[in-house]
């Protein structure tokens, strides 16, 4: 019994020993990214000349997150991203697929209010 | 004069920068993204922060990793208060940076700890990934090599201008009020 | 320090300074270098210690700060002293203050003790073994009073495990020693290397007659630093961080500095009671082949000593980062048996056989 214990502890030593001699697995992040999955979910983005204001995905979007505004020529969007889970409901439901969850992931900010992202289809710059 | 200032700040920001001691402060599922930061694939250790300590009197980070409700909002405002000076906060997850998914109906989570205490990083998405998490120390490493020794107290006293202080109540905001025993009326 | 002395005395003459300086001068140097070396010396083992436990578990440790991270615990202790210093509501001011500096001072007088080389001995008494034995335990008693004054009771819980812990563990490692005392006939550190001069080179170290006491005072050295496996002073998941829970800044980093400090020479220690000390390891020095015709040649020697010890103090402490990396935390109740049921008889058994060894073997006991 003693001896078993004596041994185990010993093996443990020698297996924790020959780790230090294998590849260390740590990515370099900010330069060596990880391959993303095909269907990773990130911030999800907005196209504005797909979209049609049906206001789908506000009815869909479990957290209240998503809001859309129709205009007399122009179609307003909103996202709070203090909000949305991610959970890509908005991006399923959309019949024109206007919203398309996007691959980007690094969403610190320094300001609550660089959180809500607007955009309008009249900007060009909404890309 | 100048030149003293900025040459102390340089090497004080390098220090502080470069060794941001976490404190374990883990409430929900973010705490696991947050253990998976340390571990042998995002090595957190490669900043200088791999020193998780448990007591907040040598911590130097706060990341609040995931959803605090009433019941736990005097336990992280008192946690805040007694780590020393100079003390940094990021909000990981939805939930902590205004609510996530609870933000609308529920009755018993703060929306957002900026309620509560001062956060110099607002990291969203529901969680985050590991990665996410190495980008906002990132970020906050870069901000905190701008600052000034000097106008530390001012970030300080414009993000807690409207905190109060009575025997009974903890926090006094517009619409929140920290007892002891949890958090009074709506907010 | 005769040789050094003279040295110094024949380099101020030339100098044309008077021997009175060089006598008053003279006792401040190993002072000065033991200063020096303490700082030196933790802020490479703390960074080591990161590095080697990422190099178990498959990590890269830090390597952002600096070259290869090797500023890393600079950053480190200019956040520290600049930290804020809290006083705690209902705490013993004195007490508080003066805790991390009874832990402090002890840890520094044990540097002086040991022999670095057979010329760079500071404190060379004819007890030195009992001396080490008696400072090794103080301490604790600045554990106990930082856990008194914290008003905390984790504090309190914390140098209470700490004070049990170090009283059981210290009876194995005086029978032990006694063992050790009883091969080298003497309580001298240089007369104990001196035994272990020989033909056979390594094998006339006391590591072979005395394997199993240098387990068991390996086993009680991790005990007495409050290491992993034996860290239920600082248990974080049971006490918030044990004993130091309530020190923030400088005073957090006195018992960091006087912990790596102790881990440092108490593996020292055990190289030089049973690896041998200062002796080279190949038997012969190499520097009396490279420089058998330079007149300096005893201070190559004397370095080449301070070399070798060197290089058995850090394959101890890497022997010890090992272990940390290994083995889980004990119970309290386990932590207590394996020293009073296991360790204790186990070392007197050693010391019996060790005093039956030397009378039939080596002919006669002193």
């Known amino acids: ?127 | 004069m100048n030149i003293i200032v900025s040459s102390i700040d340089f090497i004080l920001n390098w220090g502080r920068s470069n060794s941001l001691w976490p404190f374990t402060f883990a409430t929900s599922c973010c705490g696991i993204e947050m253990m998976q930061t340390s571990a042998s694939n995002f090595d957190i250790a490669r900043f200088g922060s791999e020193v998780f300590r448990a007591s907040p009197r040598q911590a130097d980070l706060l990341i609040c990793a995931g959803t605090i409700t009433h019941k736990m909002a005097p336990a992280l405002l008192k946690l805040y208060k007694q780590m020393p000076e100079p003390k940094y906060v990021i909000a990981m997850g939805a939930c902590a940076c205004g609510g996530g998914m609870f933000a609308d109906d529920s009755y018993s989570v703060v929306k957002g700890i900026d309620k509560i205490i001062p956060v110099d990083i607002y990291l969203p998405m529901c969680p985050p990934k590991p990665e996410a998490l190495l980008d906002a120390i990132m970020k906050l490493q870069k901000n905190i090599r701008k600052e000034s020794f000097l106008d530390r107290d001012k970030f300080v006293s414009a993000h807690c201008s409207r905190l109060k202080e009575r025997e009974d109540i903890l926090v006094i905001d517009n619409d929140i009020q920290v007892t002891y025993w949890g958090v009074n009326g709506n907010d | 320090m005769n040789y050094l002395y003279f040295l110094y005395i024949q380099f101020l003459l030339n100098h044309n300074i008077p021997k009175i300086f060089g006598d008053i001068t003279f006792p401040f140097i190993p002072f000065c270098i033991v200063a020096a070396m303490i700082i030196f010396v933790v802020l490479v083992l703390v960074l080591l210690e990161r590095k080697v436990l990422a190099l178990f578990t498959q990590r890269k440790g830090p390597n952002r700060v600096g070259p290869w991270g090797m500023f890393q615990t600079i950053a480190d202790a200019i956040k520290l002293l600049c930290k804020q210093n809290i006083d705690i509501l209902g705490s013993d001011k004195f007490l508080f203050n003066i805790a991390p500096i009874v832990v402090f001072v002890p840890v520094m007088m044990l540097w002086g003790i040991i022999p670095y080389s057979s010329e760079f001995v500071f404190m060379n008494f004819s007890v030195s073994v009992l001396l080490y034995i008696s400072i090794a335990a103080l301490p604790v008693i600045g554990i106990i009073l930082s856990g008194y004054a914290s008003n905390s009771k984790y504090s309190l819980i914390g140098a209470m495990r700490s004070g049990a812990q170090i009283i059981s563990y210290e009876l194995p490692i005086m029978f032990v020693l006694l063992s050790i005392v009883a091969l080298s006939s003497s309580m001298n550190l240089k007369d104990i290397v001196y035994s272990q001069l020989g033909e056979g080179a390594i094998l006339c170290w006391h590591v072979f007659p005395c394997i199993v006491g240098f387990i068991i005072i390996f086993i009680c050295m991790l005990a007495e630093l409050n290491r992993c496996p034996f860290d239920l002073p600082e248990a974080e998941s049971e006490l918030v961080a044990g004993y130091n829970t309530e020190y923030s800044g400088m005073r957090f980093a006195l018992f960091f500095l006087a912990e790596y400090a102790l881990m440092f020479i108490m593996a020292a220690f055990l190289a030089t009671l049973f690896w041998g000390g200062y002796l080279p390891i190949t038997g012969k020095y190499i520097s009396e082949i490279f420089f058998s015709d330079n007149q300096f040649l005893p201070v190559f020697i004397y370095f080449e000593q301070f070399f070798w010890l060197m290089i058995k103090t850090f394959i101890l402490v890497f022997l010890f980062m090992l272990v940390r990396a290994t083995l889980p935390r004990l119970g309290t109740q386990s932590l207590m048996k394996l020293s009073w049921y296991l360790l204790l008889p186990l070392s007197m058994i050693n010391f019996i056989v060790i005093i039956i060894f030397k009378y039939f073997i080596e002919g006669g006991v002193l």
């Open chain 1, 1 to 127: 019994m003693f001896l078993n214990k004596l041994k185990a502890i010993i093996e443990g030593h020698f297996t924790v020993f020959k780790h230090s001699f294998k590849k260390r697995i740590t990515q370099e992040y900010p330069e060596v990214k990880q391959d993303l999955p095909e269907n990773f979910r990130g911030v999800p983005d907005w196209y504005a000349e797909k979209c049609i204001a049906c206001k789908i995905c506000e009815k869909v979007c479990p957290a209240n997150a998503v809001r859309i505004e129709k205009g007399v020529d122009n179609v307003k969007f909103g996202l709070n991203l203090s909000k949305c889970i991610i959970c890509g409901n908005c991006a399923y439901n959309c019949p024109k697929n206007a919203i398309i969850m996007s691959k980007n992931y690094e969403t610190a900010v320094a300001s609550k209010s660089l959180l809500i992202i607007e955009k309008n289809s009249k900007d060009n710059n909404y890309e």
